[in-house]
T-cell receptor, first 112, second 113 residues
């Protein structure tokens, strides 16, 4: 049973527009959420995170929103750039000592 | 720091052969993780170590898989015997803060023919 789901395997966006990547989770014990970005032939790299005590965290062009009641989080990229084209993984963890659970990833393509 | 270093980058082997993947974590990191990426399952945790001690290996798919961490700067993931369904990208990651901000290596692309 997948506890973290990214239902859109791919997303295509025009340069300069907003990219919205979505993630749903089922485990109510998750209290820390992260997004990782992965380029081809490279390992995932940490992008941004959010604690369950917040509903929004912003870092430059990247903003993560958390809706605990819906068990849903999203990553907004504004404005999108061609260099943002990558696979984005959502991940979640529970109490201290629990491991990260990753979603299946969403491939973002930003067209010039 | 050079980051997490994995070797080899690519491995092609025949079914039944032994495969050994290697990882050097970032110096000072206490946690080391082995992940596998496949199209069907995405990124799945196989095993992780804390201070060189295996903590959770519940993600290891079968007895054919084994992992060791003989010291703080080296870990191996071994598959013996290998099967075609083991074909995947295997990532090693390390962390100084536990399970959250992981630093991944570039991965080993394994193809078992």
């Amino acid at each position: 049973d997948q506890q973290v789901k990214q239902n859109s395997p791919s997303l295509s966006v025009q340069e300069g527009r907003i990219s919205i990547l979505n993630c749903d989770y089922t485990n109510s014990m998750f209290d820390y959420f992260l997004w990782y970005k992965k380029y081809p032939a490279e390992g995932p790299t940490f992008l941004i995170s959010i604690s369950s005590i917040k509903d929004k965290n912003e870092d430059g062009r990247f903003t993560v929103f958390l809706n605990k009641s819906a068990k849903h989080l999203s990553l907004h990229i504004v404005p999108s750039q061609p260099g943002d084209s990558a696979v984005y993984f959502c991940a979640a963890s529970g109490n201290a000592g629990n491991m990260l659970t990753f979603g299946g990833g969403t491939r973002l393509m930003v067209k010039p | 720091d050079a980051g997490v270093i994995q070797s080899p980058r690519h491995e092609v082997t025949e079914m039944g052969q032994e495969v050994t993947l290697r990882c050097k974590p970032i110096s000072g990191h206490d946690y080391l993780f082995w992940y596998r990426q496949t199209m069907m399952r995405g990124l799945e945790l196989l095993i992780y170590f804390n201070n060189n001690v295996p903590i959770d290996d519940s993600g290891m798919p079968e007895d054919r898989f084994s992992a060791k961490m003989p010291n703080a700067s080296f870990s191996t993931l071994k598959i013996q015997p290998s099967e075609p369904r083991d074909s995947a990208v295997y990532f090693c990651a390390s962390s100084g803060t536990g399970h959250e901000k992981l630093f991944f290596g570039s991965g080993t692309q394994l193809s078992v023919l």
